[in-house]
């Protein structure tokens, strides 16, 4: 391998595969492999080519190994998991991984959830979804959209060792990144009676595809944050100018990226919306402004949304946002360094502590965190449209009862040879 060619990532991959094989029995003698001084060598070979690799090529190398295990226990019958549970084994001993972190896949969610009563709602002739009057129940259904985005985890989030997990605005998406989890697409799907739902990602958004009936929504997740320098990322990046004004970089430079992904995703499926809660809602404003489809977006309904542009950008978007009082974010980045809310009719709702909660509850910093939870702007929609079957903590109890269920083939897998 020349310095000049670059890795021979397939070569690597096929080496490591190799040396996760079963050893072939040599009936000669009985327990000892045949083949026991070419796995030497081969191993030896290939720490010497992983020694001298970048860190971004060992990244690709580890896509690349885990992409080809999945398609090869396939092929052979074996379990996904426990294949993935081997390999990442092999790769923590060639130096590839830190540690050991088996990915638990759900593939069902109980049909009691909001997701449930999604046809309720879209299939409601008394909701209009070709207008662009506000409406408290499209705000509820679109929270309810949103919120799901937390239950499936990205790439990034699953596989990233995260020094600090900072902040997660969801109860659900605390408890399965905490187990190293999350619920499959089509779970998701089949809980809504969708036809499927598409993810498209991003270094730090997630944006969920799903077509209903004959419409489309788009629901942005922000990657979640767990790092002080993604905070630091998000809330201090420069603005990036254009001719209608300043826009925040980070969040343009995404958007911008992913459009043409976006606009093939959706095709000609009208009405076309486009949320989502936190960061995601900041990108979903943004995705409005640029999106050049053959459908043009409704207004968006956006939940505790920081500010995405400078006056002239943000009052080009007329949006009906939605925020508790006591939440930091849709403060952020501030306005001295010349963000505006100009575009947003805003609703305000109040933030109390649930009765019986106690002190705790009351404490500062847990009020701002409840302000900006995702569960709680759903539950508060549900309370303005009278629609009050489902508790903020109705999806935390469904994941927790499947994560127990599952936690003997966990201990399975972590025994895995």
């Known amino acids: 391998m020349s310095e000049v060619d670059g890795p021979d990532f397939d070569w690597l991959a096929k080496a490591i595969l190799y040396l996760d094989s079963p050893r072939p029995p040599n009936p000669n003698h009985p327990g000892v492999s045949s083949d026991d001084d070419l796995r030497r060598a081969l191993a030896h070979e290939v720490s010497t080519r992983i020694s001298v690799l970048s860190a971004a090529d060992k990244r690709a190398l580890v896509a690349i190994v885990l992409q080809t295990g999945a398609l090869r226990s396939t092929a052979t019958g074996m379990e996904e998991q426990i ?13 590839l991984r830190e540690r050991v972190q088996p990915i638990t896949e759900l593939h069902s969610l109980p049909a009691a959830s909001p997701l449930s009563r999604i046809w309720h709602y879209f299939g409601n002739a008394r909701v209009d979804w070709a207008g662009n009057q506000r409406d408290e129940r499209k705000a509820y259904m679109l929270a309810c959209l949103s919120e799901i985005a937390y239950l499936y985890l990205t790439d990034r989030e699953l596989e990233e060792d ?3 997990r900072l902040f997660i605005p969801s109860r659900a998406g605390r408890l399965l990144h905490l187990q190293r989890a999350r619920f499959t697409t089509d779970a998701l799907a089949r809980s809504a009676d969708l036809p499927g739902i598409a993810v498209i990602q991003s270094a730090r958004f997630a944006f969920f595809v799903m077509r209903i009936g004959g419409m489309a929504v788009i629901a942005v997740r922000g990657t979640v944050i767990t790092d002080w320098r993604d905070w630091d990322t998000d809330f201090d990046a420069p603005k990036i100018a254009t001719p209608e004004g300043a826009y925040h970089r980070g969040f343009f430079d995404e958007a911008r990226d992913k459009l043409a992904e976006l606009v093939d995703a959706v095709g000609d499926a009208a009405p076309l919306y486009i949320t989502g809660h936190s960061l995601g809602a900041a990108m979903a404003s943004i995705l409005c402004l640029l999106w050049s489809g053959p459908v043009k977006p409704m207004t968006p309904y956006v939940f505790s949304s920081p500010r995405f542009g400078t006056k002239s950008v943000a009052k ?50 847990r009020k701002k965190l409840r302000a900006h939870s995702i569960e709680q702007m759903r539950v508060t929609l549900a309370s303005e449209i009278a629609d009050r079957e489902f508790g903020a903590d109705c999806y935390t109890t469904q994941i927790a009862a499947a994560i127990k269920q599952m936690q003997a083939k966990s201990d399975e897998l972590k025994k895995a040879p």
């Open 83 to 95: 294949r993935h549970a081997r390999l990442t084994k092999r790769l923590v001993s060639l130096g």
């Open 162 to 164: 995260s020094r600090l």
């Open 316 to 365: 080009r978007l007329p949006r009906y946002a939605y925020m508790k009082q006591g939440d930091l974010v849709p403060g952020l980045p501030p306005k001295w360094m010349g963000y505006s809310d100009e575009g947003a009719d805003m609703t305000i709702f109040p933030n109390k502590a649930p009765p019986g909660s106690g002190w705790q509850e009351q404490l500062w910093f």
